[in-house]
């Protein structure tokens, strides 16, 4: 009993100084702006696979719509349920610092691209730098993604927030953006996969027509 009332004690401490920690350093974080499709269809990316070729980021949605991820490598496991959709999972990149993409593969099956421009990380790019060290769940993310096998890079940007975006085909637009608030702050699967379901569900009457 005693056991169990000092355990409570310790995480209702641990809550609050990881709550004030956030609030201290939040003060000091640039809020996130939202993309348009203008700002993302523009996008010129570079192919990281085979033949390297530049194309425009709306030839990756147009057709079919698409999950793009700027950073987030646990969405690969959506992977399954978004081919059942049929909407493709894009990765994107910063910057192709050492072996960082190379890495990556094992962790993600589909296509990635470099965004030298950093568009889908804007349109106004956050930096979390070193106020990363002061949050909790910065610590506790980097853990689960040590212990899990990746470890991003240290080099070049690596402060660089990003984020997923659920872009619909046609004039559907962006579904749904999801910005880091620190660095592995997972977007909810579920938010993704409804969002997905809309790029069928939202064009099935106009293709019965």
Not at 72 to 81: F, I, N, V
Not at 104 to 125: H, M, N, T
């Amino acid at each position: 009993m005693a056991v169990a009332l000092v355990a409570n004690a310790l995480a209702t401490v641990g809550n609050l100084v990881a709550a004030v920690m956030n609030y201290f350093t939040d003060m000091f974080l640039t809020p996130p702006l939202k993309a348009t499709i203008k700002h993302l269809e523009e996008t010129e990316l570079k192919t990281l696979q085979g033949e390297t070729r530049i194309l425009k980021a709306k030839s990756l949605w147009e057709k079919s719509g698409a999950v793009v991820m700027a950073e987030a490598a646990e969405l690969s496991s959506l992977k399954p349920q978004l081919d059942k959709l049929g909407v493709p999972l894009y990765a994107v990149v910063k910057e192709d610092v050492g072996t960082e993409v190379q890495n990556f593969r094992p962790y993600f099956q589909g296509d990635i691209f470099l965004d030298e421009k950093r568009r889908f990380y804007g349109p106004r790019e956050r930096k979390m730098g070193l106020l990363a060290f002061l949050r909790v769940g910065v610590w506790m993310n980097g853990l689960r993604a040590f212990k899990n096998g990746f470890v991003g890079n240290v080099l070049g940007e690596g402060f660089v927030l990003g984020g997923v975006f659920v872009i619909g085909r046609g004039e559907q637009g962006i579904l749904l953006e999801h910005r880091e608030i620190e660095f592995g702050d997972k977007v909810n699967i579920l938010d993704v996969i409804r969002a997905a379901r809309r790029i069928s569900q939202e064009l099935l009457p106009l293709e019965k027509k």
